[in-house]
């Protein structure tokens, strides 16, 4: 009699990937918890309305295209494409930090049409709004961080080991950036 012996090895998921869905789904339980806090706060009299600045919709196309170029770059990766992976993760760190200044630059505007986030001044709105942005802002330069030192052990030449582990967990969470900043556009837009 015969038996099939799978590895347990391989129907397992990598524990740094793992790790990563965790924290995705604790930080998507917190900007749930936000956003659902600001919906029920916006019945006070003294709700701020105000509408987000067109630099954010530059920035949501930057942050478009940077998913997409990591995306390839993945697959060029993959294919071991070593040329067309450093130029494509090259594009996505620079669209990376472009969507950064471009996130800046509009909380700068916000800040220029007078909404105060914190302190004196300030209301309810521009404070969910200060820490719910605050928070996001900490998650993008986070992984603003891990595409640039993906981009940088792209041209090492101390590499020995060709895994494409540390460029899935890094791909993953620019996605994960990438559909937050999403989710929080739409809600700012429409809720805002």
């Known amino acids: 009699m015969y038996m099939n012996a799978v590895s347990p090895e391989r129907n397992r998921i990598h524990p740094h990937k793992f790790t990563m869905w965790v924290a995705m789904g604790s930080i998507i339980m917190m900007f749930a918890g936000l956003t659902s806090a600001y919906v029920v706060k916006r019945a006070q009299s003294n709700w701020l309305e105000f509408d987000l600045p067109p630099v954010f919709w530059i920035s949501t196309v930057v942050i478009l295209a940077s998913s ?13 494409e070593m040329p067309r992976y450093r130029m494509l993760i090259t594009l996505t760190a620079v669209l990376g930090v472009a969507f950064a200044l471009l996130q800046f630059a509009g909380f700068s505007a916000l800040h220029k049409d007078g909404i ?4 004196a001044g300030s209301n309810p709105s521009a404070s969910f709004l200060g820490i719910i942005t605050g928070l996001h802002i900490a998650h993008v330069l986070g992984g603003v961080i891990a595409l640039l030192v993906v981009f940088l052990r ?3 030449i101390k590499n020995k080991v060709y895994t494409s582990v540390p460029l899935e967990i890094v791909a993953t969470y620019w996605h994960f950036v990438d559909l937050l900043w999403i989710y929080l556009f739409v809600f700012f837009n429409s809720i805002g």
Do not use: E, P, W
Request: net charge positive.
């Open 154 to 156: 792209a041209f090492s």
């Open 68 to 80: 997409l170029t990591i995306h390839l770059s993945l697959k060029a990766f993959k294919a071991r």
């Open 116 to 119: 105060q986030f914190f302190g």
